[in-house]
C-alpha cells in the first residue's frame, strides 16, 4: 500500500498563476518532508523541505505547507513559470532516516 | 549537474541476463542510495551503503545486489533479468548516514530487457 499519494497525475497552470500539488502520507509518525522536481532525462532535483515541527516553509516563490492532523501537505508556486514545467515529487523521509519514500509524481505544465 | 554520474546511460540486454549498473557519488558524499523507477510505480528505494557497509535495504529482489567500493563508488548487479525490471535505475549521494540532508541524484541509467 503507497505510503505517500499524489492524487493528481498532472496539473496545467497558465504563468504567472498559481500552482498548487498536493501530497498525503499514511504514517504519522513521519517527521520531515520534501519536494523533487525532475526534468526529462535528469535525475529529480530537491526543491524544498520541511520539518513536522513547522507547518510552514518558504524559498522564493516555492512555499511548503504542512497540516499534520490531515497528514497532507501541499507545495505553492507562485508565480508560476514555464520553466517550472516538470514532474514534482513529493517525498518523506522514512522512519529508519535513510531512505525516501516517494510518491508517484505530478506532471505539471505551465503554459505561457 | 549534481555531481552524481552513472553509467551507462542505457542499457538493452535480454531476459535471464546480468547486467552491473556503476554510480560515483559527489566528492565527499559518503552515502550512496540506489532507487528503482518503474512505469506504474514511482521512485522506489533499493539499498542504501555508508562508507562502504550495508546501512539500509529497501524493495530490493534477491536477484539484485550491490556494493560500495573503497573509493566510495558503488555497483548495482541485477541478475536473471526479468521483463519487468526494465526501468530507471537512479544513484543519489548524500554527505551523512541519515539523510536530512539532501539526497543529490545522478541522471539516472534506463534498462531495457528485451
Known amino acids: 500500500d503507497q505510503q505517500v499519494k499524489q492524487n493528481s497525475p498532472s496539473l496545467s497552470v497558465q504563468e504567472g498563476r498559481i500552482s498548487i500539488l498536493n501530497c498525503d502520507y499514511t504514517n504519522s509518525m513521519f517527521d520531515y518532508f520534501l519536494w523533487y522536481k525532475k526534468y526529462p532525462a535528469e535525475g529529480p532535483t530537491f526543491l524544498i523541505s520541511i520539518s513536522s515541527i513547522k507547518d510552514k516553509n518558504e524559498d522564493g516563490r516555492f512555499t511548503v505547507f504542512l497540516n499534520k492532523s490531515a497528514k497532507h501537505l501541499s507545495l505553492h508556486i507562485v508565480p508560476s513559470q514555464p520553466g517550472d514545467s516538470a514532474v514534482y515529487f513529493c517525498?518523506?523521509?522514512?522512519?529508519?532516516?535513510?531512505?525516501?519514500?516517494f510518491g508517484k509524481g505530478t506532471t505539471l505544465s505551465v503554459s505561457s | 549537474d549534481s555531481g552524481v554520474t552513472q553509467t551507462p546511460k542505457h542499457l538493452i540486454t535480454a531476459t535471464g541476463q546480468r547486467v552491473t549498473l556503476r554510480c560515483s557519488p559527489r566528492s565527499g558524499d559518503l552515502s550512496v542510495y540506489w532507487y528503482q523507477q518503474s512505469l506504474d510505480q514511482g521512485l522506489q528505494f533499493l539499498i542504501q551503503y555508508y562508507n562502504g557497509e550495508e546501512r539500509a535495504k529497501g524493495n530490493i529482489l534477491e536477484r539484485f545486489s550491490a556494493q560500495q567500493f573503497p573509493d566510495l563508488h558503488s555497483e548495482l548487479n541485477l541478475s536473471s533479468l526479468e521483463l519487468g525490471d526494465s526501468a530507471l535505475y537512479f544513484c543519489?549521494?548524500?554527505?551523512?548516514?541519515?539523510?536530512?540532508?539532501?539526497?543529490?541524484f545522478g541522471p539516472g541509467t534506463r534498462l531495457t530487457v528485451l
Open positions: 543519489a549521494s548524500s554527505v551523512e548516514q541519515a539523510t536530512y540532508n539532501e539526497q543529490f
Open positions: 517525498a518523506v523521509l522514512g522512519e529508519a532516516g535513510t531512505a525516501l519514500i
